[in-house]
């Protein structure tokens, strides 16, 4: 019985206090990894949406197009930290619907 507790000892004081710093690790490695996705995603909708933005300025917007954009201003914004991006997207809410046939 004294090999068994000295043992249990053993993992209490050693194996167990380092799975438990892997699992932190592991954690705050994959919550930074995601982080660099998520503005990584953030950064590709802004340049999108802001090239999208010149043309339509230039071209005008159609009904599909505004749709498009309205789906990346969602994404991007559940991205958090908005910034210039929220004036941008209203300026593209309040441009009128060309046809989606005119040129």
């Known amino acids: ?3 068994s507790t000295e043992i249990a000892s053993l993992i209490a004081q050693t194996v167990i206090p380092m799975l438990l710093s892997a699992g932190l690790a592991f954690y705050v490695s994959e919550k930074n990894r995601r982080r660099g996705l998520d503005r990584g ?3 590709l909708l802004r340049c ?4 999208e933005y010149e043309r339509y300025k230039k071209e005008g ?3 599909s197009e505004k749709k498009n954009f309205i789906n990346m201003y969602e ?3 559940a991205l ?3 910034g210039v991006m929220t004036s941008i997207y209203q300026l ?3 441009m ?3 046809k989606e046939y005119e040129k």
């Open 96 to 98: 009128e619907i060309k």
């Open 41 to 43: 995603v953030q950064a």
């Open 1 to 3: 019985m004294i090999i």
């Open 61 to 63: 917007i159609t009904y």
């Open 80 to 82: 958090g930290k908005n």
């Open 75 to 77: 994404c991007y914004h």
């Open 48 to 51: 999108r949406m802001l090239i």
């Open 92 to 94: 593209v809410l309040d």
